[in-house]
Every structure is written in structure tokens, then in C-alpha cells.
């Protein structure tokens, strides 16, 4: 038995999303690159890393993960780079891109003899939360002027444009591609571009997405202006592949019934707590009604209302569903709360524990 606090990642689960990429890469001659920010638990690369053509990355220390652990290709993009980053940001990628022409000027010698392109803003999204708009109003994510951008095509070959986010609206995506169609196709159809990276954002292995539809999209785009068309899947790759495994350590009555576990949405589910929102569980239909609340110290730390069929008692399991993105990449030692462990159901349905965090690994994180 492992202890909970742990994430528990189901390969088969994840099998399904991997199998909708490979269908995509097979279908529109896209290229797929696992978007590290969303999830870097690279004790599952192995099965990954058949389906998915390499990594894009944020940072120096994604990009050198996704080249040592993933393999493939692997992009590098970073908001901005230092000095002392570039010489190995470009040792660990292939192509390296640029959010504005101030750092592909800044790095242009480094870079000279590197595969370059430019982030493109559209200034069109699918975003709900201004927090998480690319195209926010006076956005620093990506150029947004055709003609100033036209003024360095020469130093680039491609560009990378991002601006889906959470996007499960085929129609949408369609419209918004079109959109870029006509702010920046004049830069796109230069020959000297022959790779396009339209980002991640897309839940293209969602259930009943049209596959086909996308895939053909994709395909249309790629040959209009000549181009290698690179997706970039975060959320998209592990959605519904994960849950996090918790007890409950109290009940209380407060006018509503609470229960309390040995996790923290602030700690372990961080992202769930910016954007407001609940965590998951499955089923969810019972007579019973709590309020699943974590264990550090902030009075907001609750991870949503749940219905059961059972009234809850201390020692009780419970799983967090769809668990795998933003979690893992973004926890933290908030109160000392104990982090969880990291677990994996293999194909074969044996489960491995594959990462125990301890007491030193909290006193090493600060000093
Ligand atoms: C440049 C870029 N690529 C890919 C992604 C992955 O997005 P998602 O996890 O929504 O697919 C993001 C997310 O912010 C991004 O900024």
C-alpha cells in the first residue's frame, strides 16, 4: 500500500490521449511536441516518447530535460533569455524561438548557426481568465506588427504562435487560424518560413472532438504556405490520465459538512486555487454533501464540494480526478505539508511507486 498524499498516473489512461496524437500526426502531417510546463513527470516519457515527436520548453532547465529525457526533437522558447543561459539553450535544442526581436537581435551572433524563429502574437484567444490570455492588452507574449516583424525575416526560418488556451471548439480553433491567416499570412508564405508551431491550448483529445475535421485544418494550413506545422500539447497529452490519491484526516460539521485531507489545493493543485476552480472527482452523485477542504492553513484551502453516497470517516480514500496538469510541475512545500509521492499504473496494471519526497528534500528546497 502506498500513503497518500501521491499522484497516480494510469498509463492506459494516458495510452488514449497518446493514440488521438499519433492519429493526428499520422492524419495532418503535424508534428506533436509535449509542452513541459504542463507536465515534465518524466518517469512516463518512455510510453510518451513513442507516440510524440520531442518537447517544447520554457526555461533552460526544461529545455535540457526534454533533451535528456524525452529525446526527439526539442524546441526551445523562453519570455526571455539571459545572457549566460543562451550557449546551452542552444547545446540541448534544435530550434531555438525568440518572443521578440529584441532578444533574436540580442542573441543573433550567438545564434547565427541555429534553426531561429519569432513568437507571433494574433492578438486573438480562446482564453476565459485574463491571467492566462496571450493576447491580453499590452501583452508581452509574442510580436504583434506584420511589418516590423518583416524587417528580420531573413534571420528566421519559422514561428511559433500561441494563443489557444483550453480550447475544445473546433470552430473556434478554425476561426482563430483563420484570423492569423490574415493578419500574418503575408509573413508566412515567404519561403524562407518552412515551420509553423501553433502552440498548445487545443483539447483535440477530448471526447467527441472532430479529429478528422482538425486534422484536415491542419493539413489545408500546412499547404497553403508551405510549411511543417508543429503542435504543442500540454494538457491535451495527459488530461483525465491522473488522480491525486488523499485520506481524510477530520470531519467537521459548520453549518456544512467538511472533511479534511492529508493534501493541500494550494500545495499540490495550485492551479486549481488561481483559476478559482474545483478539483474533480468521479462519480460525484451521492446523497451526502461535503466540503473537501486540504490541510495547510489558508481558510480558502478547499478543493471543492462532493457529493457521496457514505457518509465520510477519518481514513477514508479519496481521488482527485484529471490531475496530471499544472500539479506536479507547480507544487510546492507551503506549510510543510507533505508532498505527495509519485506513482504510476503500468500497462499491465501493476502500480510502481516512482518518487517518495522526504523531510530532506523540504529542508533542501531553502536553506
Ligand atoms: C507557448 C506554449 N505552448 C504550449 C502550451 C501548452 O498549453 P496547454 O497545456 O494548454 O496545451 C502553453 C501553455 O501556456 C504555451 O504557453
Redesign the pocket.
Known amino acids: 500500500m502506498i500513503k497518500t498524499p501521491y499522484y497516480l498516473i494510469d498509463k492506459s489512461k494516458l495510452l488514449r490521449n497518446m493514440e488521438k496524437i499519433a492519429y493526428v500526426r499520422e492524419h495532418s502531417g503535424a508534428k506533436a511536441l509535449l509542452?513541459l510546463?504542463?507536465?515534465a513527470t518524466w518517469s512516463v516519457f518512455d510510453l510518451m516518447s513513442q507516440y510524440m515527436d520531442g518537447t517544447?520548453s520554457?526555461s533552460l532547465n526544461e529545455v535540457k530535460l526534454g533533451k535528456l529525457k524525452f529525446g526527439g526533437e526539442t524546441h526551445a522558447?523562453s519570455v526571455a533569455y539571459a545572457d549566460d543561459e543562451i550557449e546551452e539553450v542552444l547545446a540541448h535544442s534544435d530550434k531555438i524561438i525568440f518572443n521578440s526581436i529584441g532578444q533574436l537581435e540580442r542573441f543573433a551572433d550567438a545564434s547565427a548557426s541555429h534553426v531561429r524563429g519569432l513568437?507571433l502574437n494574433p492578438g486573438v484567444s480562446s482564453s476565459e481568465f485574463l491571467i492566462?490570455d496571450?493576447s491580453r492588452p499590452f501583452s508581452r507574449?509574442g510580436e504583434w506588427d506584420a511589418d516590423k516583424v518583416a524587417t528580420v525575416i531573413d534571420q528566421i526560418s519559422g514561428f511559433?504562435i500561441?494563443n489557444?488556451?483550453?480550447n475544445s471548439d473546433f470552430a473556434l480553433f478554425d476561426q482563430m487560424l483563420g484570423e492569423i491567416e490574415d493578419k500574418f499570412g503575408s509573413l508566412l508564405e515567404q519561403p524562407q518560413i518552412g515551420w509553423v508551431?501553433l502552440?498548445?491550448?487545443?483539447?483535440f483529445t477530448g471526447e467527441n472532438y472532430p479529429l478528422d475535421q482538425f486534422c484536415a485544418r491542419l493539413k489545408a494550413f500546412s499547404e497553403r504556405y508551405g510549411v511543417q506545422v508543429f503542435l504543442?500539447?500540454?494538457?491535451?497529452?495527459i488530461t483525465m490520465s491522473t488522480s491525486l490519491e488523499v485520506t481524510v484526516l477530520d470531519t467537521l460539521y459548520n453549518g456544512k459538512q467538511l472533511a479534511i485531507v492529508d493534501s493541500s489545493i494550494e500545495a499540490h493543485m495550485l492551479d486549481l486555487l488561481i483559476y478559482r476552480e474545483s478539483a474533480k472527482m468521479a462519480p460525484n452523485d451521492g446523497e451526502l454533501e461535503y466540503m473537501v477542504c486540504g490541510k495547510s492553513c489558508l481558510a480558502g484551502d478547499i478543493f471543492g464540494e462532493f457529493k457521496f453516497e457514505r457518509e465520510l470517516k477519518v481514513g477514508d480514500r479519496l481521488s482527485f480526478i484529471d490531475a496530471a496538469?499544472?500539479t506536479m510541475v507547480k507544487k510546492n512545500w507551503f506549510n510543510g505539508v507533505k508532498m505527495p509521492a509519485i506513482a504510476v499504473r503500468e500497462l499491465d496494471g501493476s502500480v510502481e511507486l516512482v518518487k517518495e519526497f522526504t523531510f530532506d528534500d523540504f529542508v533542501n528546497s531553502l536553506s
Open positions: 509542452a510546463k504542463c507536465f517544447t520554457s522558447y513568437r492566462a496571450p507574449l511559433m500561441h489557444n488556451c483550453e508551431s502552440g498548445g491550448g487545443i483539447h504543442e500539447p500540454g494538457e491535451a497529452s496538469g499544472y
